[in-house]
């Protein structure tokens, strides 16, 4: 992915180079249009506005995916923790 590029307006310079800022955007800029110094709004292309509105899965369906097709013989489990754990008292702490 491409570095993202952000481009800061006035409202009266957006007005001024609509069409410039418009090309920008389709370019991948993010143009913040502001006023009185902060963001009003933002203009990005369409392609970007819809990746940023689209349906996203829940937790739950994107692991149900994941695991989908798994070789489950070789997922680990409780038994194969169990030595890994350092059982030692662990260093003195000063109060």
């Given at each position: ?29 993010v ?47 409780q ?10 008292p ?6």
């Amino acid at each position: 992915m491409m570095a993202l590029m952000t481009k800061r307006v006035s409202i009266a310079e957006a007005r001024n180079h609509f069409t410039e800022l418009v090309r920008a955007a389709e370019g991948g800029a993010v143009v913040e249009v502001q006023r009185r110094g902060k963001v009003a709004v933002i203009v990005v292309s369409a392609q970007r506005y819809d990746r940023l509105t689209a349906a996203r899965p829940s937790f739950a369906e994107a692991l149900a995916s994941f695991l989908e097709g798994r070789d489950r013989r070789h997922a680990l489990r409780q038994k194969d923790l169990a030595g890994l754990r350092d059982r030692s008292p662990g260093r003195p702490v000063r109060r």
